[in-house]
């Protein structure tokens, strides 16, 4: 029997229509205006099981970074496979969010088509941009305009030294927590609404509108020892929507907010405001992160792919390499990795269902 996981964004999404069909699920494609590399269209296809006037309704999100897509959209394809057959209770909807980011996940980055990442574009664009000092101070050394083995000695020389003088948490900080004035730099939270959240806001408002019971669950990787998926909550540790979410994901849940998580604060990130675009229904989302790589091999996989995006000719040789290095930072095509993944994904899920009536 074919697996759940994927070797690119065209396999993914023929897996995941096909399971969604088998299931007996709804499917809606939502289409970007943009093209992959092999000239493929890209869209992000959701998979509806239940009746549409459902009160409590699990979401799940893969793609959201793109080249991430992998974990999340295998644990999508899986968990409609396993629905086949299955009845509902009336009361309970399944929405599968399918690469919400199409353009990263088939162009193997963890950016948008604008270099926008997803999860830092949830701010309010009608204040006054956030600032960043700390990555003001590493811009030109994280993202340089020569790649050349010289050029990556010394930049990284000055980042070691930068991270001797302040620490690495602080480093991962001011690298991840977002920025908003350097368009073709890391961790971009853009100047306006990228596609894929106004797609995703539309889908909330316009989907779940009778719903007073929601649980999302988007599925990320990159951070974090190898194997392991780290539940993050989006709201303070004191909040009480944080003890009603770990009581059905578990006592694993990390808080965003200074709760030791392996992901930094950052500003921007759709966890925290999606609840907002509900007002009427209590939500809990959670991130999955699954670590790969040591920290330090993604953070320059990434910096090669904004060179290469930046600076470089995506049709080199060197392209396919940086390209390589990019997806085995975000994936595993390890059987071991895989599995543990998996069987964290579906136990994820299958949490939900059983927050969902409580």
Not at 25 to 32: D, G, I, M
Not at 143 to 161: K, V
Not at 260 to 271: F, H, Q, R, W
Not at 276 to 290: K, Q
């Amino acid at each position: 029997m074919e697996g759940s996981f994927s070797e690119d964004y065209s396999e993914a999404r023929r897996k995941f229509l096909a399971a969604a069909s088998e299931a007996g699920a709804v499917t809606v494609p939502y289409r970007l205006e943009r093209r992959g590399p092999a000239g493929e269209d890209l869209t992000t296809d959701i998979a509806w099981l239940g009746l549409p006037e459902a009160r409590s309704v699990l979401v799940t999100i893969s793609g959201t970074h793109g080249v991430e897509g992998f974990f999340g959209s295998a644990t999508q394809i899986e968990s409609l496979k396993r629905s086949k057959g299955t009845v509902l209770p009336r009361e309970v909807a399944l929405m599968h969010v399918h690469a919400i980011n199409p353009f990263g996940f088939a162009w193997l980055r963890r950016t948008n088509e604008d270099n926008i990442d997803i999860n830092r574009n949830w701010i309010d664009f009608a204040l006054p941009l956030p600032e960043s000092p700390a990555y003001q101070e590493l811009q030109d050394d994280l993202c340089p305009s020569d790649w050349s083995s010289a050029a990556q000695a010394e930049t990284g020389m000055r980042l070691n030294a930068w991270i001797q003088r302040h620490g690495m948490a602080a480093f991962q900080k001011a690298v991840s927590g977002g920025q908003w004035h350097h368009p073709k730099g890391l961790f971009y939270g853009g100047n306006a609404p990228s596609w894929s959240r106004r797609t995703l806001s539309e889908l909330f408002t316009s989907r779940l509108a009778a719903a007073s019971r929601v649980i999302v669950l988007d599925f990320h990787t990159g951070l974090g020892p190898y194997g392991y998926a780290e539940p993050i909550v989006g709201v303070p540790k004191l909040d009480p929507a944080f003890a009603r979410t770990r009581m059905w994901i578990g006592a694993a849940a990390k808080s965003l907010y200074g709760d030791g998580s392996i992901s930094a604060e950052i500003k921007g990130d759709s966890l925290s405001v999606l609840p907002r675009l509900l007002p009427h229904a209590a939500v809990d989302c959670v991130g999955l992160e699954c670590g790969i790589r040591p920290v330090a091999e993604v953070a320059n996989a990434l910096r090669a792919d904004a060179w290469l995006h930046a600076h470089g000719d995506l049709r080199s040789v060197e392209s396919k390499r940086i390209k390589a290095q990019l997806r085995s930072a975000f994936h595993s095509d390890d059987a071991l990795w895989q599995g543990m993944a998996l069987g964290q994904g579906l136990a994820a899920c299958q949490a939900a269902m059983s927050g969902l009536s409580t």
